[in-house]
């Protein structure tokens, strides 16, 4: 029998598995799963690289290597994903989050921070937002935990994501503050809101093919599809926005990067004001936004 490994042999040996699949990020993925697989942290993969790794823990990793050089991405594997600092759950209904979309938080937070919105504090208080399309409840959930004194309600077609979403905000303590309701864009919606997100599907179906596999093969085709041009759900939250959107408020959508003059020409026609195109740390447009005119406007 061979002898067990030490962490820093398994790491090696991880990164060269994963660079022979040509991942690009081979590096950073061996090390998310070596961590996940021993237990060991970052810093002990650095202090403690000749620490012995017992034989089940190996094991597990091999198989998770496998998983990650046949196109599975690491947050599918491990079951959770990193977001804005804060870790979700996933399910199979779920949207693995991804860096881009924390550009919708920002412009979130900055709207609420700079008092714009009519009658709400930077803490939040006062405001009552609305996630159309949650997911794993990110937008949300990361919402609520940078705003303490807000109050939100996120929804979800899909009852497997509104089941994942719940979890996180219980996972980060937003439980008390946050709704839930499962149905399309308005249709489990009452009321009105300060501020509306969504992070939509927004992928023109028959580009769907053509992407990633990482994407095609292991996000849920629910959460991507927008329809013949991508702009189904625009339309569809665009169309019910002023039955649920005070005057002043905000509404937040994250796009494509090819999308910001389309869904701003829509955010126009609904009648917003204060279109603005957002963009991601690629420099590529994120985020439109605009703002629900008051009657005297
Ligand atoms: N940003 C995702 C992607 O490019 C799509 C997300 C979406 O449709 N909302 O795969």
Redesign the pocket.
């Known amino acids: 029998m061979s002898a067990p490994a030490t962490l820093g042999a398994l790491l090696a040996a991880a990164r060269r598995r994963l660079q022979a699949a040509g991942l690009d990020t081979a590096a950073i993925d061996a090390r998310l799963l070596v961590e996940a697989a021993t237990g060991a942290s970052r810093l002990d993969l650095l202090a403690a690289a000749d620490r012995q790794v017992a034989p089940d823990a190996a094991v597990r990793l091999d198989g998770w290597l496998d998983r990650r050089a046949a196109g599975e991405p690491v947050g599918r594997i491990l079951g959770t994903a990193s977001f804005y600092g804060l870790d979700f759950a996933l399910g199979p209904d779920t949207?693995e989050p991804?860096p881009?979309t924390e550009v919708l938080v920002e412009t979130a937070l900055a709207a609420v921070r700079s008092g714009r919105l009519p009658g709400v504090s930077p803490d939040g208080a006062g405001l009552r937002l609305l996630d159309i399309g949650t997911g794993t409840g990110a937008i949300a959930v990361t919402l609520l935990v940078k705003l303490p004194a807000a109050r939100g309600l996120a929804t979800d077609l899909s009852a497997g994501a509104v089941a994942v979403a719940r979890d996180n905000a219980a996972r980060h303590g937003a439980a008390d503050r946050l709704d839930f309701a499962t149905g399309d864009v308005w249709q489990p919606v009452a009321g009105r809101f300060g501020l509306v997100v969504s992070?939509?599907?927004?992928?023109a179906s028959d580009v769907i093919a053509g992407?990633d596999r990482e994407?095609r093969l292991h996000?849920p085709h629910l959460?991507?599809d927008?329809g013949a041009d991508g702009l189904d759900v625009y339309r569809a939250i665009l169309a019910g926005l002023h039955d649920h959107l005070l005057p002043g408020g905000l509404l937040a959508v994250?796009i494509?990067w090819d999308q910001g003059a389309a869904v701003s020409d829509l955010f126009a026609l609904a009648g917003l004001g204060t279109i603005e195109v957002h963009r991601d740390l690629g420099g590529r447009d994120r985020v439109v936004s605009g703002v629900m005119l008051s009657q005297s406007d």
């Open positions: 949207l991804r881009d992070n939509p599907p927004y992928i992407l994407v996000d959460a991507l927008g994250e494509g």
